[in-house]
């Protein structure tokens, strides 16, 4: 059973010396200012971890309305997946009445062998209440306490260090963050007017945001997740800003094989007299969800809610797959004027389907011999472009790709042998058409 964080339990159990940052926050909603503050502290005190706490019913907060505790919890959940020194506890969200820091401390210390060592992380602002806190004396000796010093608007180093000493014998250390003028008041503020918040919340949080119809009614949500919702999905514009928020997705390496696949998808696509501007899109979109690790591939469907329409196999063998199926989900509901069978052939360029698209067909076969692919036999497949139908192109790399899992020992699932028999009678059909001709 879980009793502080799902993934660092068992920290300091092997004996070793271990450092945990604690961020403790009402995070309504989590922001960039706490995803950076926290990361650059941890690198800063070369901390193992990092345990994001929400707060259950915050006490300096009791005059004003927030956010549901389970809310809170998922969207931080939802931020941190990706980073694996990070953590959300939902020890204090459990725990009933009034939150205090002293008492998830104590809780803490009871959890984890003297070997881990605490580190209680704020900002300048919450720092300068340090001496308001209760039991701050006690604080002291559970933890060493981190200050991000700088925060717009609040006490500089040299006002904060008499008021941290006066409150208690604290370690403490004062690390320079990138300063970030941005609290959740601001945001809820965005929220509430429908002002973008693109960029300063993770879009995961965003799209949380707006699926549970958080801090605002619908259509101030809408817009704030998507200023570009009325934008032509065909347009330049679009285009270009999808490119730009892609560079935040997926590495380099990666982002340069999408750009390979969209120049490719629209050359396929004038070859084959298939749309181009949707076929550059669908090459641009296609790896939409790829920078993610197999657990968090589960975790995006689940996220998402397609864990009933999303086979079970695909879910537990072949986490890899998934990348397709939920980008073209949640591109769709980010961006509802995308087209449909742009979406369609994002969702089947990892699986292919047994009746494909001359769309789907471009992305699936611009994927393989977009110029940066190297291996194989590639150069094979580049060399039957425009030398043969698209149908026969697009079967020869399906091919290809059966055949690289057969010599990788990779498992097949059995819509794959579904699909190859599929094309195998597509193909002779088309023979056929074409001797009559
Ligand atoms: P609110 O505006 O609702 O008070 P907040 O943005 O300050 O929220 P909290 O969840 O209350 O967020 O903050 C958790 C911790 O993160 C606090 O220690 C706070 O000082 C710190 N923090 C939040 N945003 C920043 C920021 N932009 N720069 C530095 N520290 C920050």
Known sequence: MVKISRRFDELGADGASARLGIMGGTFDPIHIGHLTIAEEMRQALGLDAVLFIPTGAPVFKKDQHVTDAHDRVEMVRLAVSGNPHFDVSTIEADR???TFTVDTLREMREHYPDNVTFYFMVGSDSAATVGKWRGSKELAQLTHLVVAAGRPGSLQEDELCPIIEAAGPFEYHIVHTSILAVSSTMLRDRLVKGDTCRYLIPERVREYIRDHGLYAGDEAIASSCDQSSEIDP???????????ELKTRVSSKRFKHIMGVADTCEQLAEQYGVDPKKARLAGLLHDWD???????????????GM?????????????????????????????????????QAIDRHTTAADDMTPLDMVLYVADAIEPGRVFGRIDELRSLVGEVSLEELYFH???????LLLERRKPLHPDTIRIWNANVSQLKRYARRNEKQ
Do not use: C
């Open 234 to 244: 065909l347009s330049k514009e679009f285009y270009k800003a999808r490119k730009a």
């Open 397 to 403: 790399t399906y091919e290809y790709w059966v055949f």
């Open 290 to 304: 790829k920078g993610m690790n197999d657990e968090e591939a589960r975790q995006r469907a689940i996220d998402l």
């Open 307 to 343: 864990e009933d329409e999303i086979d079970p196999y695909i879910l537990e063998v072949m986490p890899n797959v998934l990348h397709g199926i939920t980008a073209a989900k949640a591109l769709g509901r980010e961006y509802p004027a995308i087209p449909a069978d742009v979406l």
């Open 96 to 98: 009933e009445g009034d």
